[in-house]
């Protein structure tokens, strides 16, 4: 358990990075925005707020923070440095009869402003920021805001039974949708009473839970922001949730658990056998979609693992086969995308012995694990070993049944958003181990069909990275400055058709990419430096 908690703090980070200072273009916003960034906070005093429909105001405090460095609470953690002085304001509201009481803080710099709001999202079951993010966005001048829902840290799931094992439905609807945009209001409303003045823009960035938040304003409240950055989306929560979740039923059921080593050998021989799809070998795969590598060619093969010397069995490679197709019922109905080939086995299909026992056993990620237990068995003990592959089927259909409404976010009618000016960006990696980008590529493409390809571009933009996990582009593995590119589109009408990327190859190199608009993919031009993004062009994923 202690490795997957790891590697949710790795995997699944809250978007501090995602905050980026815009670039020189975006900062020549319209003249309202250039006189904000002048604009001061006269006093740091709590200002009035109004409270949104269905809502009462509990509480609203100030507070002077000199600034420095923020340390990030919860599992988390991490840091921001150099942070100016900034107002804290606290607004706690409650829905009355129900017993909630959901937090909202905006921060805002005590001088130069840029005239911005942003809002942040939240990772897992976490709905907001844990100060990293916030401390970043001050010191690039937002206003800043962000709301934990009345929920807890991204593992804590004290909230979701209540004391009659029932799932807590407005601690739900909270966490997946009425709290972010209640919290839009008050943010606007605390940054019109401390400076006196409306900002000149709004945005929303998130990633992963703070993705899928993003495009549940897209959906639902079209007129909450001008321009949305949702990264890694957790869009289709009532299925992914679930199927992230099949590696270890397939461990389970096969009986068979491949080591981390072997699970890695995997990978590596899908990578290199397809690297060179994009016509060049250069430790990238940039279409892994098109990656059809069979597991089976490493059967036989040797793998070192900790100077033990380990060979790879036909049951491993059943294994491996049946995580990268994904989730079917047993008459072969395909349920949902796999991991993909080239993705990191070990975030959902880690194994370890027992230390009570030394039996092998396999360790599921904690989050699809209590998404199961809690919101569909109802029961913290629920033995997930036990889960067959008609089970899973059963859970998978349960899951849509009750939960899909509540927190799917997968409505493709945006036409309201695009109506509105809204302007919507999303990367993900394209080897996201625990949010499969195919599920992101599925929803842009039913919206295509809603409102018809070219008007979907005007507005909405999907971008995969090569080689990149979840979150990855947050500076864990490689950069993009997509909040650059949305700023220039919402306030100067430059639309992205390609966003810079800073990616790592399988050698931990540095490679320069320019992600390419879905669904064109990056090809080798036949000449260039591999390592420059200037050898590369956007084609057809066919050619």
Not at 146 to 151: I, L, N, S, Y
Not at 325 to 352: F, N, Y
Not at 475 to 486: E, K, N
Request: net charge negative; with cysteine; hydrophobic share 35%.
């Amino acid at each position: 358990m202690k490795k997957a908690l790891t590697a949710l703090a790795a995997g699944v980070p809250l978007v501090a990075a995602a905050v980026w200072l815009p670039t020189a273009s975006a900062d020549e916003t319209r003249d309202t925005a250039a006189t904000a960034a002048t604009t001061t906070a006269a006093a740091c005093a709590a200002p009035s707020v109004k409270a949104p429909a269905g809502t009462r105001v509990e509480s609203v405090t100030a507070v002077r923070q000199a600034g420095g460095t923020i340390q990030g609470t919860g599992l988390l953690g991490g840091e921001v440095s150099g942070v100016p002085a900034f107002c804290q304001v606290t607004v706690v509201l409650t829905h009355p009869g129900e017993g909630d009481h959901a937090k909202v803080q905006t921060w805002l710099p005590e001088q130069e402003w840029n005239g911005r709001f942003q809002a942040i999202g939240g990772s897992a079951f976490s709905a907001g920021d844990n100060g990293v993010g916030l401390g970043t966005a001050v010191k690039n001048g937002y206003a800043v805001m962000t709301t934990d829902a009345g929920v807890g840290d991204v593992l804590d799931t004290s909230w979701v039974l209540d004391d009659k094992g029932r799932v807590d439905r407005t601690a739900l609807k909270n966490f997946a949708s009425r709290s972010q945009h209640e919290a839009a209001a008050v943010g606007k409303a605390v940054v019109n009473g401390v400076y006196g003045r409306h900002a000149a823009y709004s945005y929303f960035t998130g990633c992963s839970t703070g993705g899928r938040q993003g495009y549940m304003e897209a959906q639902a409240y079209p007129d909450d922001y001008d321009g949305i950055l949702a990264d890694a989306p957790a869009i289709n929560w009532d299925e992914y949730e679930v199927a992230t979740l099949w590696p270890q039923v397939v461990l389970n059921n096969e009986k068979t658990y491949p080591t981390d080593c072997e699970l890695k050998a995997f990978t590596d021989a899908a990578v290199k056998g397809c690297d060179k799809l994009d016509g060049v070998r250069d430790g990238l795969v940039n279409d892994a979609s098109r990656c059809d590598f069979d597991p089976r060619r490493l059967i036989g093969t040797k793998v070192d693992c900790k100077g033990e010397e380990l060979t790879i069995t036909a049951a491993d490679a059943a294994v491996v086969r049946k995580i990268w197709d994904g989730p079917r019922t047993t008459s072969g109905q395909k349920l949902w995308a796999g991991v993909p080939v080239g993705a990191d086995l070990t975030g959902l299909a880690h194994s370890e012995p027992d230390k009570s026992d030394g039996v092998v056993k396999g360790v599921p990620f904690p989050v699809p694990a209590a998404w199961v237990q809690l919101f569909l068995a109802k029961d913290p003990s629920f033995d997930l070993t036990k889960i067959t592959y008609s089970d899973f089927t059963k859970l998978f259909k349960q899951s849509q049944a009750e939960y899909d409404e509540v927190i799917g976010t997968d409505d493709p009618d945006l036409s309201d958003f695009r109506r509105s000016g809204g302007k919507l960006i999303t990367w993900q990696g394209d080897t996201d181990q625990f949010i499969p980008a195919q599920g992101t590529v599925r929803y842009h493409q039913q919206v295509g069909r809603e409102l018809g390809a070219k008007r979907v571009d005007d507005f909405y933009r999907v971008f995969l990275a090569p080689n990149t996990d979840h979150c990855g582009l947050n500076g864990q593995d490689g950069s993009a400055d997509g909040l650059a590119a949305l700023t220039a589109w919402v306030e100067h009408g430059k639309a992205p058709r390609t966003l810079p990327a800073t990616l790592v190859d399988t050698d931990g190199e540095k490679v320069e990419r320019d992600l390419c608009a879905y669904p064109a993919v990056s090809h080798y031009k036949g000449h260039g430096d591999p390592a420059l993004a200037s050898s590369f062009r956007c084609v057809s994923p066919r050619n």
